[in-house]
Each structure stands twice: as structure tokens, then as C-alpha cells.
């Protein structure tokens, strides 16, 4: 398999110190995992190697893309820069480079396979731990929610919804659980394979830190895995345990919401890029960098002089004036377009310090995917104080001031979705709640782009596996139309 790459990451997470060895770990054959893994601190150096690449995954072409093939965004026509422009357009081939397909493929698969060599090296290190199976666990654990996570990725990417097809029988993802060898060909799961292997990894790194105090939110934890299988059943349309995981985590009361006046701070604030404790409450996990990279989301939604793309004036005019979400997106008068502070930087402050975080889940995303659980239990009026909280912070209002109005329970989903998009603009999973809808991609009269509609069900909303894995790898199934 051409794309799994049989090397160990020899980098280094956001503002964690590691040895000089470490920086100079070779790949496999010249340094064996072996020697990387003779102890505790060397599963907890390649760890960090992982989370830096993980990071990279989601700040760069797989962050972009949630947002830019759904309906809330357009792209800059002006601009001579083509990047992430095919997947735009939804004009993608599968010998792409400019775009998602083959990067969001490599780079997903380079950083499970550091995962994998992490798990699956786990077993010869017990005998080493001398008192250190706390960390030995919380290196594990974290490892096995991070596999979970990238799964889940790559899958929202190369294969139709969980419920394209009645019991998830259509193509999913290759799920490696060890890294292959180079005469390996590994085939596609099912997608219901798929997640049964996400939800596996998620429910093992729960079991391995539900007793260990929690680290700082730009680690996995148990609760991040709770709340991320509360999407995972939203997505699988499993609404009972949906609501039973976003209500364990919002339960315990430890990710309140913040407050109105720092909702701008949760995006933008310095200080969390060094003080991991500054980070707001309601952020359950989210994935530090210290470095910026002209093709991370930074750049391309909200560099205030290179932006590529912006939110449309029809999702713009969804937002009442005293909307706090609405002051997330800055005019910028050259252009007379927005850039989503969302990924962007203070304007005191010096491009060096620029945070460069992306939130993996927000307790508001809870109350958000409880909300459309209820409604599809016929929980309704559950389902309306849900969508209460996000309103009254929103509005600054008390919670008991918001009145939810609608002559319909279809009506009531409609506000659940509107609230979702709203809320989660530019966090990188507007394309994926309308494929789940099984909606109709519409981008309104002020598109630009060369596909403003896409009708579902369609073979257009995912991208091409790409050619250079189909020619190393014969047993992989291209997807229908995108591959050529």
C-alpha cells in the first residue's frame, strides 16, 4: 500500500519538549521500534510525534474542506492561487495535487500508522513500567482516541454517510490496525466496519483513562471520547446513544459554556497557545500548533491580507445584529468580504504568536447533536431547552427568556439545523451534516463556483480515491464517477 508510510514521525507537538534523540528517530530498519520503545518515555515521545502530525492534518487541506464543498462559503475568484480550489468547483480528479485528494489521504494515513506503531508496541513495554502504568495507560488510551479520530476523518472524506445505504453495506475506509507491510494490499471495510472500528478505539480509550486525572485540553481524554461518540451515533442516526454520551460529558458540569462576552477569546485568545490552562471551558479537546502554514485554515480563512475564501452574504444574513456568532466574521474593507476569526489572530498581536488550535469538539456541539437526537426520539420538548442554551448565549439573554417557536415537529429540526450551522461555521462539518441530511447541496445566486448545486444522492460528494494508492494497491474499490 503505497500511501502507508513505514515510518516513525520524528517531530515534535506544540510546546513539548523532546530530546535531540528523538528529533533524529530514522525509520524503521535503521532504528528499530525496538530501540524507539524500550520504555515508557519513548511511547510518550512518539505520542507527541503523532499528536504534531495529527495537528497538521487538521489545520491544513481536511480542516479546509468541511466547510469549503458546503454552502456557507465562497471562494476568492481573483485570487491566482489554486489551492483547495477543484475541491471547491467539485471538479476533483483522482491524480489531483492541488487540492484534498491526495493530500488529505497521505497525511491521514501517515499519522495512523505512527499511532499504530505506538499501539501495537504497547504490549513489550509493560514489562519496563516500574511504577509508571498511570502514564503508560494515558499514553495508550490517548493513542487509541486519536486512531478514532482519524478513522472517523478519513471516512467523512472517501466514503458516503453511514446511512447512504440501509445497514452500512457500501465502501468504507481501509481501517489498518497495524502498519502494513510494503507487500501488503489491505481492501476497503464496510463503512459499517469502519465505525464499528472508530467506536471500538473510542470505547478502549475511555476504558484506559476513565480513572486517571485529566490532562490539559490539547490532550485526548475520556470525556473527549464520550463527546465525539455523541457525533458518531448522530452520524450512524443511533439517537438513544447520541444523547446518552453528549449527556454524560455535559452532566458533569466540568464544560459550561462561556459566557457572551468571551466567545471571541475561545477563538483567538494568545494566551492558549502556552498556557494550556487559559483555554475556555466549554473547548473538550482541541489541537495545538506553534507553527503557521500558508495552507492551514489560518490562511486560508483568516489571514486578513490572503484569505481565500469567506462566508457568503446569504449565510451572514442568517445571524441577528446581536448575535455574538455574528462578530466572528471581520469586514475587510479592501475586498468587502469577511475572514472567519475562527482561526484567527488578534490584530495586536505579532504573526508569531498567532494561535494556531483547532477545536476538535466544544460542549456546545453536545447540547447541538442532543438536541437533534431528541428530536428524532419525539423528545421535543428537550429537544427545544437544548437549543434554549445555545441561544441564550448567543443573545446574552437568560436562558428562561428564550421562547423556541414552531407549528411542527419538522419545523423544530429545521431550527436544530439552522442552530448547528450557525455555531459551527468554519470548524470543518458543514459538508458532512448535509450528506447526512441527505440534502441537496444549494449555494445560492452568489456562488462563483462551477458546481453551485449538487443534488443528492450523488457520487460527486466524495473524492477520488487517489490513483497512485488504486495502481499500489489493486484490491482497493475506487469510488463510482470521481474515479475515473
Not at 411 to 423: A, G, N, V
Amino acid at each position: 500500500m503505497k500511501l502507508f508510510k513505514y515510518t516513525f514521525a520524528a517531530l515534535c507537538f506544540s510546546l513539548v519538549s523532546c530530546g535531540s534523540s528523538f528529533l533524529e528517530v530514522a525509520p524503521i530498519g535503521q532504528l528499530g521500534k525496538e530501540q524507539l520503545f524500550s520504555n515508557v518515555n519513548g511511547m510518550r515521545d512518539a505520542l507527541m510525534g503523532s499528536y504534531s502530525l495529527t495537528s497538521r492534518f487538521f489545520q491544513s487541506q481536511y480542516g479546509i474542506y468541511g466547510d469549503l464543498r458546503g454552502d456557507d462559503v465562497q471562494r476568492s475568484t481573483t485570487s491566482t492561487q489554486n489551492y483547495m480550489l477543484t475541491d471547491y468547483n467539485y471538479n476533483v480528479d483522482e491524480e489531483d495535487g492541488t487540492g484534498g485528494t491526495m493530500a488529505i489521504w497521505s497525511s491521514g494515513y501517515e499519522a495512523l500508522n505512527n499511532i499504530n506503531n505506538i499501539i501495537n508496541s504497547a504490549e513489550g513495554i509493560r514489562p519496563t513500567l516500574n511504577g509508571s502504568l498511570d502514564d503508560f495507560n494515558r499514553h495508550l488510551g490517548q493513542s487509541h482516541i486519536i486512531r478514532g479520530l482519524l478513522f472517523l476523518a478519513l471516512a467523512n472524506v472517501y466514503a458516503q454517510h453511514y446511512t447512504y445505504t440501509a445497514d452500512a453495506s457500501h465502501p468504507g475506509i481501509p481501517i489498518p490496525t497495524a502498519t502494513p507491510l510494503p507487500s501488503q494490499n489491505l481492501p476497503r471495510a464496510t463503512m459499517k466496519d469502519t465505525y464499528a472500528q472508530i467506536i471500538k478505539d473510542m470505547e478502549t480509550g475511555i476504558q484506559y483513562l476513565d480513572n486517571l486525572s485529566p490532562a490539559t485540553r490539547i490532550y485526548a481524554s475520556s470525556d473527549a471520547a464520550r463527546a465525539l461518540l455523541s457525533r458518531i451515533y448522530l452520524y450512524m442516526g443511533r439517537y438513544d446513544e447520541a444523547i446518552q454520551y453528549a449527556s454524560e460529558v455535559v452532566s458533569k458540569g466540568s464544560y459550561p459554556l462561556v459566557k457572551n462576552a468571551d466567545y471571541k477569546d475561545m477563538f483567538i485568545a494568545e494566551s492558549q497557545l502556552s498556557d494550556y490552562n487559559s483555554i475556555k471551558s466549554e473547548v473538550i479537546w482541541q489541537l495545538n500548533l506553534n507553527t503557521r502554514s500558508a495552507n492551514y485554515m489560518s490562511s486560508f480563512y483568516s489571514d486578513r491580507t490572503s484569505f481565500l475564501a469567506y462566508p457568503s452574504k446569504a449565510f451572514l444574513n442568517f445571524f441577528e445584529t446581536t448575535d455574538v456568532r455574528r462578530n466572528l466574521y471581520e469586514l475587510q474593507a479592501s475586498s468587502g468580504n469577511s475572514i472567519s476569526l475562527k482561526n484567527a489572530k488578534n490584530i495586536a498581536i505579532p504573526d508569531i504568536n498567532w494561535p494556531v488550535n483547532f477545536k476538535v469538539i466544544r460542549s456546545s456541539e453536545l447540547y447541538l447533536n442532543r438536541a437533534e437526537a431528541y428530536y428524532h426520539t419525539k423528545q421535543y420538548s428537550l429537544a427545544e431547552e437544548d437549543i434554549k442554551m445555545i441561544r441564550a448565549r448567543a443573545l446574552n439573554k437568560n436562558v428562561a427568556d428564550i421562547i423556541v417557536q414552531y407549528s411542527s415537529p419538522e419545523e423544530l429540526l429545521e431550527q436544530i439545523k439552522m442552530e448547528r450551522r450557525k455555531e459551527l461555521a468554519f470548524e470543518g462539518q458543514r459538508i458532512y451534516d448535509i450528506m447526512r441530511y441527505k440534502e441537496s447541496l444549494n449555494r445560492g445566486t452568489d456562488c462563483g463556483a462551477a458546481n453551485c448545486t449538487v443534488n443528492y444522492p450523488n457520487d460527486l460528494f466524495i473524492l477520488p480515491i487517489p490513483k497512485t494508492e488504486l495502481d499500489a494497491n489493486p484490491s482497493i474499490k475506487p469510488n463510482p464517477t470521481v474515479n475515473k
